[in-house]
């Protein structure tokens, strides 16, 4: 309205006149031309245009112009200034303009291009393509700011129309008339009024007015409009994408642009899906921070619009550096596992797959990390594949990439990761990617590097069981596997053929074209006289039968379907080709028959196949190893045969018996004989009893149901040996009797060995009784084996483990067996036991207790016998259901005596030496199972020892598996560590508190020492394994700690972590006053460490812990006999245990001065045995040890001192002065004492551990003394002092090191004089850093041995640099001193020494060659 009074106050008649005129001019059709002359010559604005070239049209034509717009613009510019009416002219053009652009559809023809005008068909001189009209007339400087104000009024006219169809609406054109002027003449107007628009006009307009800011404003408006838009932004987030659009055209300061970052970055979780791209885009392109990479807001949604955020964040770590930086470390800062997501994921894949070789190590170092410290976890993994499949493929190259690397891993908690990604690339993506995934996995499987190919097999197998008919199309890669198989383990084999049989021979037979090929190869391994490649055929047969012969399951019944008897009969021929070609050779036939009973414990086989395979079983074991017990035995033996081990008494008439004597002397007699050809199929080797009694239980377990009542009768019936006694006659028997004899302990115990497998888990009390006495057998012939191989020196025991190389690991030399016959001495007194276990000294003592049996008395060493942990592999391997039998209680001699045995007959307990055993094979299997190994790499000389022999079945299970059956034994064993306690405490109380007295009875007390010690090894390994740090097995680790927490406070509600970490801590502590040795000692307290550390609160304990290993250190231990504890396994414990102790203590530096400073000095003019009196265990002989762990914890202990920063305060520098003053005084005091204990070892850790802490004293203690120094001029001088006395001695050793030309010392001499001589310059640097240069003067130091005399061979040499600092005047210049005097009082400046190391009248300096 107000815009119809302005116009209406000027109003001229000729416009009226023009516009009726040209309405008229619509109806008479070509007569329009005649008629525009006469139109445009009235009117102000008509009449300049005209002048200027342009023709206005009607009737929807397009504007004409006659000339170029540059011409015509001038034009216009001349003529309103050469008007005699200017500038009043100006509003009347304006008032025409107005008036004519009044009908819409002019308007809209003013705001569209111009067309050049034609003239007698000729171009004219106007260019092809011209602006509106209105546009060239915003180029007239005197005419913009006018026609912009009518523009800008004449818009919300059209804010509400739509635009024509297919065409552009009236608002955008008008705005487009704004953009790229040449030049604004008001543009803070201009924008003002642009964003006075926006707040008003809807959300189309809103959208083209923002997004055309850039193009229209003048940079000098540019922050000004940004602060609006930034404020729009945070209003209205339906914004978003244009204000964005935006701000990143804008040109903005770095202010301002930060602050609008922080903007954008706040409504980030407000965007809409289909607006993140832009959003990512600007954000990322023109932000450093990528602030929020764990936003939630991509989960679900549109995939397309996922593409295009991750296109945009591609594009911006490509180009720009510092946002793959910041990418990294906004991932890396996320601490918690519930804040990561998907997107981080994403991202790291992105920025692995950029050319930037930077990036792409950072990715995969970082996603390494998370995924070692747990914090992006599988669950995170599998929904990123779950839910953007589609997002993941773009990314396919960096996954297979990051999924080799993973997978090559050492970490036991990497490489099932990377395993992870393959499954999930080859179930989530499509065929090209499956054909990727196999290759890489054959790739991974043929390396030979142990760990990666279980894990590789371990995939494979598992894709088999999940996508057969995808793994299908590549079983011709999988089967190129086949030509590699020299590199593999039998484990690894029996995974290979697993998985290829069931690709070839499932129920379905997707890979049915590889079956020739799975033929031919197993064929060929048969016939091969190499027994490797036999094994390998066996090994291979046998799984294939198990793929042929399993039960299928019909698809839609819950019958099973039968196997046809074509199958049938491929299973039996098959069957039969391995038997006959396995006859030849007891060893594989042996591997057969284990093959084959582990085939049946592990698959379901098809009812026909199992039961032709049990009776065969059956009746070949009835004829080849069990004969009736008779009058007497037939034949000539070395030994005089004799019916042993009997436990049906009642049944000695008419029983059974195991034909062994008379088997092994047939066997013994054929190989004599050498005779190939006479040898019969018939012929029965001993070394097939044990594999095919295990295949016969097996069989039995299947076919009733795990009742053995069929097979009973063997667990009692005796064995066909010799008398035992034979063992002490040993001395008189010939090379080949010895043999016999120790082949045929063997075979017996490990005849033994399998019954208790086959029948520990029965339930009736008589069977459980059997089992007992069975173990009770097995430890009494190892003792009786220990004596008779100590008699037998060179002696290569019988095959059981029948998948490996037959000779690994075998070094029995004699001379190895001779100094195995040295045991210590209290293992001789167990020899005599009927009931005992000889392997547990290896894993108490490992065999390193030279120095103890020196000094045992000599009757001890009358009963040789040799450590069985060399002969471990010739054992029949224990099943973890043997464990079980640790749920019997403990058997006690004092029960035995009171009751005299009525409690044994009513309830089964075990015997200590057999607790031993049995804790003993618990601990090697935990050890091979939960202990990661820091590497699974071979090396490069791979050793002839393999450590997996003997643990085929436990290979089988996984870890969480063995955690798990050790998680339910816990409560048993609690129950035996509470007895063994109870028994020492008792022990203890009978001798009034005294180890060695009357009450203790050696034998006994050597058994359950050791079951205390395996029980709290035991406990720590399983805590101690890293599965427990996983998320999945927290529930586990609950139940774990449970079991001791319950034991101190039971029926309590279910507790948090934390609390029962508190409780089982609690009740382990008590029994640290029981302990009977300091290796025992040593695992209570790891125990308890693991415990703390299982808890999420580690330091909570740490006083606790230090407390406890400080009080075993505090205390004299005494062995049952009343000697000291000593040798190589007492230092080893005691190292580690002042290791814990220094550790944990509140105060290292303080602790280390006590043991040094009070400790040490106790012994320094004591006897050899005499022993500190307040470090009990601190002797000359231990003093080694002390001297170690102190070194590398003070070294430790200085590296941790928190360096010095220039803008610390005076009370911070001061607390770091005080910390590396007592850290100088410890390193002093332990230098000096190198002049007493002058031994080479001991010298040899002064030296590596005094170079170590001189160099954490240059990096981080001499800048505290730049800061320092001027502050605390005296604590300075003091520090450099005692620090110079003690570099003064490292230097006098380094002499001693040359004179007396030793190796291992002299190898330390080149880097402890280079940290000595940057001591010397590091100084006079702080001094001239604090003006004090001239307080530093250099005089020749001469070299001198310990004792402080001159090396006189040397003398000419010295050339070591000193610098010297005055004590009383430390800022003027010293008087100086002559050469020699400087030189002669060198000596005596140590001898001026106290304990804190000050010095009286002595000048600082040290020195360096």
């Not at 009043?88 to 809209?108: A, H, K, M, Y």
């Not at 244009?242 to 954008?264: F, H, K, M, Q, Y």
């Not at 029965?762 to 009494?780: A, F, H, I, P």
């Not at 009080?1111 to 230092?1131: D, I, K, P, Y």
Request: with cysteine; glycine share 6%.
């Amino acid at each position: 309205m107000m815009r119809k009074k302005r116009r209406s106050s000027a109003e001229k008649t000729e416009p009226t006149d023009t516009t009726t005129k040209a309405k008229k001019s619509r109806t008479n059709g070509r007569q329009s031309k005649q008629t525009v002359p006469q139109e445009t010559t009235e009117g102000v604005f008509g009449d300049f245009l005209r002048k200027a070239g342009v023709t206005l049209k009607t009737g929807g034509a397009p504007n004409e112009i006659a000339v170029d717009q540059v011409v015509f613009q001038k034009r216009i510019q001349q003529q309103l200034q050469k008007s005699p009416r200017y500038p009043g002219i100006v509003q009347e053009f304006i008032t025409g303009l107005e008036s004519f652009i009044e009908d819409t559809e002019r308007f809209r023809n003013c705001l569209l291009p111009c067309v050049p005008q034609l003239s007698d068909g000729d171009s004219s001189s106007a260019s092809s393509f011209q602006e509106s009209l209105l546009r060239m007339l915003l180029g007239v400087e005197t005419l913009q700011t006018s026609i912009i104000n009518t523009l800008l009024e004449k818009l919300p006219e059209f804010m509400f129309d739509s635009a024509a169809d297919g065409g552009l609406g009236v608002p955008r054109l008008i705005i487009n008339q704004l953009k790229w002027l040449d030049r604004v003449v008001d543009t803070k107007d201009l924008a003002s009024k642009l964003m006075e628009l926006v707040s008003v006009a809807p959300v189309e307009v809103q959208h083209d007015i923002i997004t055309s800011l850039p193009e229209i404003l003048e940079d000098s408006q540019h922050d000004a409009a940004a602060r609006q838009l930034h404020s729009l932004l945070q209003e209205n987030t339906q914004l978003t994408v244009p204000v964005l659009d935006a701000l990143s055209s804008l040109n903005l300061s770095s202010l301002l642009l930060t602050e609008i970052r922080g903007g954008v970055m706040s409504t980030l979780a407000a965007v809409q899906l289909e607006d993140l791209p832009v959003v990512a885009s600007q954000s990322r392109v023109k932000s450093k921070a990528a602030a929020a990479p764990t936003s939630s807001s991509t989960a679900g949604g549109s995939q397309d619009s996922v593409v295009l955020i991750l296109d945009s964040v591609k594009s911006a770590v490509r180009f720009q550096k510092t946002i793959s930086e910041a990418w990294i470390k906004a991932i890396e800062s996320v601490d918690e596992v519930e804040d990561h997501r998907v997107i981080d994921l994403l991202v790291l894949f992105i920025l692995h797959s950029t050319n930037a070789n930077q990036s792409r190590r950072a990715a995969e170092r970082l996603l390494k990390a998370k995924v070692r410290t747990g914090l992006i976890q599988e669950a995170l993994l599998q929904k990123t594949f779950r839910d953007f499949a589609q997002v993941m493929r773009g990314q396919f190259p960096s996954i297979l990439a990051l999924s080799q690397s993973l997978l090559r891993s050492p970490d036991p908690c990497v490489a099932p990761f990377g395993a992870q990604m393959y499954r999930h690339a080859f179930t989530a993506f499509d065929s090209y990617c499956h054909q990727e995934v196999v290759g890489s996995l054959v790739t991974h499987v043929c390396s030979g590097v142990g760990g990666e190919v279980d894990m590789a097999l371990e995939l494979l197998c598992g894709l088999v069981q999940e996508k057969p008919s995808e793994m299908a199309l590549y079983a011709v890669f999988a089967k190129g596997i086949l030509d590699y198989m020299d590199n593999l383990s039998p484990q690894q084999i029996r995974r290979l053929f697993q998985f290829l049989s069931r690709l070839a021979f499932g129920q379905h037979q997707q890979g049915s074209h590889i079956q020739d090929d799975m033929h031919i190869v197993i064929r060929k391994q048969l016939s091969s006289t190499v027994p490797k490649y036999k094994r390998i055929g066996i090994i291979g047969a046998v799984m294939v039968v198990g793929s042929m012969g399993a039960l299928r399951p019909k698809l839609k019944e819950s019958q099973n379907e039968p196997l046809s008897q074509e199958m049938l009969r491929q299973v039996t021929g098959l069957l039969e080709l391995v038997r006959w070609s396995s006859e030849s050779s007891p060893e594989a036939a042996a591997l057969y028959y284990d093959e084959l009973a582990n085939l049946i414990l592990t698959s379901a086989l098809d009812p026909q196949v199992q039961e032709m395979i049990g009776k065969s079983v059956l009746n070949d074991f009835e004829r080849d190893f069990v004969v009736d017990l008779g009058p007497e035995v037939k034949g000539s033996f070395p030994f005089p045969p004799r019916v042993m081990y009997n436990l049906d008494e009642e049944e000695t008439q008419g029983g059974i018996a195991i034909n062994l004597l008379p088997l092994l002397a047939m066997d013994v007699q054929n190989k004599e004989n050498q005779n190939p050809m006479k040898k019969t199929k018939e012929q029965v080797s001993p070394l097939c009893l044990s594999p095919f009694f295990r295949l016969l239980r097996l069989c039995e377990e299947k076919q009733y149901h795990a009742d053995l009542e069929e097979i009973d009768g063997l667990l009692g019936c005796p064995l066909m040996l010799t008398d035992m006694d034979v063992v002490e006659k040993m001395e008189s028997m010939s090379k080949a009797e010895k043999d016999f004899l120790c082949t045929l302990l063997f075979h017996t115990i490990n005849w033994f060995r399998e019954v208790v497998n086959a029948f520990c888990s029965q339930k009736g009390t008589e069977m459980k009784m059997k089992v007992m006495t069975r173990l009770q057998n097995v430890t009494y012939l190892q003792t009786l084996l220990e004596r008779a191989l100590a008699g037998t020196p060179g002696f290569i025991p019988p095959v059981c483990n029948f998948d490996g190389e037959q000779t690994d690991g075998i070094v029995l030399s004699s001379s190895a067996q001779l100094s195995k016959t040295k045991k210590d001495g209290t293992g001789k007194k167990r020899k005599a036991s009927s009931k005992n276990s000889s392997d547990r000294s290896s894993q108490l003592d490992d065999g390193n207790e030279a120095e103890e049996t020196q000094q045992e008395q000599p009757e001890k060493e009358s009963r040789p016998g040799v450590s069985l942990a060399a002969y471990r592999q010739f054992f029949r391997e224990l099943d973890l259901e043997v464990l079980s039998v640790l749920q019997c209680g403990l058997l006690s001699r004092s029960l035995l005596d009171s009751e005299l045995h009525t409690d044994v007959r009513e309830e089964v307990l075990l015997g200590p030496a057999e607790l031993v055993f049995l804790l003993e094979d618990m601990l090697r299997k935990l050890e091979f199972s939960l202990t990661a190994s820091p590497t699974k790499r071979a090396p490069f000389l791979k050793g002839r020892t393999d450590k997996s022999v003997g643990f085929s079945h436990l290979q089988q299970k996984t870890s969480r598996d063995v955690a798990s059956c050790c998680v339910q034994l816990m409560p048993a064993l609690c129950s035996h560590l509470e007895n063994c306690h109870n028994h020492f405490q008792t022990v203890l109380s009978e001798n009034k508190g005294v180890v060695d007295g009357p009450a203790t009875d050696a034998q006994e007390h050597q058994l359950m020492s050791s079951c205390y010690q395996l029980l709290l090894q035991v406990l720590n390994t399983t805590l101690s394994w890293s599965g427990f740090s996983q998320p999945g097995q927290r529930g586990l680790l609950k139940k774990a700690l449970g079991v001791l927490a319950g034991r101190l406070k039971e029926g309590e509600a279910e507790l948090a972590l934390e609390q029962l970490a508190k409780h089982s801590f609690e009740y382990l502590l008590n029994f640290r006053s029981t302990t009977p040795s300091l290796s025992t000692a040593l695992c209570l307290s790891q125990l308890v460490s693991t415990v703390s550390e299982r808890g999420g609160n580690a330091a909570a304990y740490r006083e606790q812990t230090a407390s406890l290993a400080r009080g075993f250190l505090t205390q004299s231990w005494v062995t049952a006999s009343g000697e000291r504890e000593r040798g190589n396994t007492f230092n080893k414990a005691l190292h580690t245990l002042l290791s814990i102790y220094l550790e944990h203590a509140a105060d290292v530096l303080k602790a280390v001065e006590e043991i040094a400073g009070q400790g040490v000095s106790e012994i320094l003019n004591a006897s050899k045995d005499e022993c500190s009196a307040s470090w009990p265990t601190l002797n000359r002989q231990t003093f080694l040890v002390f001297y170690k762990v102190l070194m590398a914890e003070l070294e430790k202990a200085a590296r941790k001192i928190p360096a010095c920063k220039m803008n610390d305060s005076s009370e911070s520098q001061c607390e770091k002065l005080l910390m590396w003053n007592l850290a100088v005084r410890d390193f002093h005091i332990l230098v000096n004492l190198v002049k007493v204990f002058d031994s080479r070892p001991v010298l040899n850790v002064c030296l590596k551990y005094g170079r170590l802490f001189l160099e954490s004293f240059l990096k981080l203690g001499m800048p505290l003394l730049d800061y320092s120094f001027k502050r605390h001029k005296e604590d300075v001088q003091s520090l450099l002092k005692t620090f110079q006395l003690s570099t003064r001695q490292l230097h006098h050793m380094c002499g001693h090191s040359k004179i007396h030309q030793d190796t291992s010392l002299t190898n330390h001499v080149p880097a402890v004089k280079k940290s000595l001589e940057l001591f010397i310059y590091r100084v006079k640097a702080m001094l001239t850093l604090n003006n004090c240069q001239e307080a530093f003067w250099m005089g020749n130091l001469k070299n001198r041995n310990l004792k402080g005399e001159e090396i006189l061979s040397q003398r000419s040499q010295g050339s070591d640099e000193e610098e010297e600092e005055g004590e009383e005047q430390p800022l003027s210049p010293l008087q100086e001193e002559s050469e020699d005097e400087t030189l002669d009082s060198d000596a005596d400046d140590v001898k001026k020494t106290n304990r804190g190391g000050e010095l009286e009248q002595a000048p600082i300096s040290d020195d360096s060659e």
